[in-house]
């Protein structure tokens, strides 16, 4: 299990990224940059990779992130490094992955506010190209949370 | 009152396209207020001839609208662009719009280039358009699907090697598009990298594609949403990359599998 037709986010996306225009244009929010981490294939690779991106937002002194993965099933472990290694330092974070009726098979305590992208019947991974990618509903949701979520730890934006 | 720091400006250009087809060269040139794309019409010649893995490899033109057509599963979509001035992430990219490739494959097998699900079938079935990654009802889609040997299509070398054979198609329209002048575009889009000095420090963190083999991420090409002297996310394990909001927007990252 991993990334899928419906969840995967192609070259296309990544040029016209809903998220990346939304949040740029934000004048409350000082946008840092964005991360790309892989989802390798070996579980300590997995918890490498997510423990370094922590450790980045950390040292970027960051105080606030959107982490989302364009995959589902196993990869769920690569997320839930990841937003475990953020969530330990204490930086406000929302998850966005296709949840659906198939759930996310790997929790920990920090991913307490996750945006779903399923926008299919069946819920889960549909084998229809760009079915389950993101949106700009979606962004504006993550975007939103995140606030409400730094506003409540810092007391203002 | 919001402060604001500008720390670099990247302005696309953008070249719309309102025709496709195949001709006697590659080209893209100004046809009234848009602009025209032809493909050589023996390109899957061309193409084919750039590896030793194809068996065999097409290109079709679908007009706007022309969905109802039987695909192998979709590796990509992804838009014609080049630099025209400065690095990646600053200065000025064009970029065609209104027609846009998508990568499909399958091997002699009958194993489809993909991971865990493919996406074979009829097109209007199987894709969901008029969306951030996909074409619009609207787009010309230019189709390259590509007949792989056996056994790679769940080998690293296989789905590079379509990528790869793309550039070939994609590099003389690319020669075509850097030389529009200013003024000459559809539509002009700038965005800035900036600094919004006290608030609130957001990073946005995505983790892709990168397994092995067809799971693959590429980032930074030659130019964007390129192949060309890109780098595989496979090969640093993973490792976090950063990229300026500009960067991530002039198309740095390349999806490999579908």
């Not at chain 1, 990544?14 to 998220?19: I, V």
């Not at chain 2, 296989?158 to 200013?182: S, T």
């Amino acid at each position: 299990m991993g990334v899928g037709p419906s969840t995967k986010e192609t070259t296309l996306h990544h040029f016209r990224d809903p998220l990346i225009n939304l949040i740029a244009e934000d004048p409350d929010i000082d946008f840092l940059g964005v991360v790309i981490g892989g989802i390798p294939d070996r579980n300590v690779d997995k918890k490498f990779t997510g423990e370094r991106i922590g450790a980045w937002l950390e040292a970027m002194r960051c105080d606030g992130a959107i982490v989302s993965e364009d995959s589902w099933g196993n990869s769920n472990v690569d997320l839930a490094a990841a937003m475990e290694a953020i969530g330990r330092r204490d930086i406000p974070q929302v998850g966005m992955v296709l949840i659906g009726t198939q759930g996310i098979v790997d929790q920990n305590e920090y991913m307490d506010t996750m945006v779903d992208t399923n926008h299919s019947k069946e819920g889960t991974e549909t084998n229809i190209v760009a079915e389950n990618c993101m949106t700009l509903a979606e962004a504006r949701k993550c975007v939103a949370l995140l606030k409400l979520k730094m506003s409540r730890k810092y007391g203002h934006l | 009152m919001n402060e604001e720091i500008v720390k670099r400006q990247l302005t696309i250009r953008s070249f719309h396209c309102h025709e496709v087809v195949f001709g006697a060269a590659t080209s893209f040139v100004k046809d009234g207020d848009y602009y025209k794309m032809t493909i050589k019409k023996d390109i899957a010649e061309d193409l084919k001839k750039s590896s030793d893995l194809f068996e065999d490899l097409t290109v079709k033109i679908l007009k706007p609208g022309e969905h109802h057509v039987k695909i192998n599963s979709v590796m990509d979509v992804f838009p014609i662009s080049v630099k025209a001035l400065g690095n990646l992430g600053e200065g000025i990219t064009h970029t065609i719009t209104g027609a846009y490739v998508m990568l499909t494959g399958v091997d002699t097998n009958g194993r489809q280039i993909c991971a865990f699900g493919n996406s074979d079938g009829w097109m209007d079935e199987k894709v969901t358009f008029n969306q951030p990654g996909t074409p619009s009802d609207e787009d010309y889609i230019i189709l390259v699907d590509v007949l792989i040997k056996e056994g790679y299509a769940t080998k690293r070398i296989g789905p590079d090697a379509c990528h790869a054979a793309c550039e070939i198609m994609c590099e003389p329209l690319r020669a075509n598009l850097k030389k529009f002048r200013e003024g000459s575009e559809n539509e002009k889009h700038v965005y800035r990298d900036l600094i919004h000095p006290g608030k609130k420090k957001v990073c946005v963190v995505k983790l892709v594609s990168g397994q092995g083999a067809m799971y693959d991420t590429h980032y930074f090409a030659k130019d964007p949403s390129g192949f060309t002297d890109s780098r595989s996310i496979i090969d640093s394990v993973g490792s976090p990359i950063i990229l300026s909001p500009n960067e991530y927007r002039d198309g740095a990252l390349r999806c490999l599998y579908g």
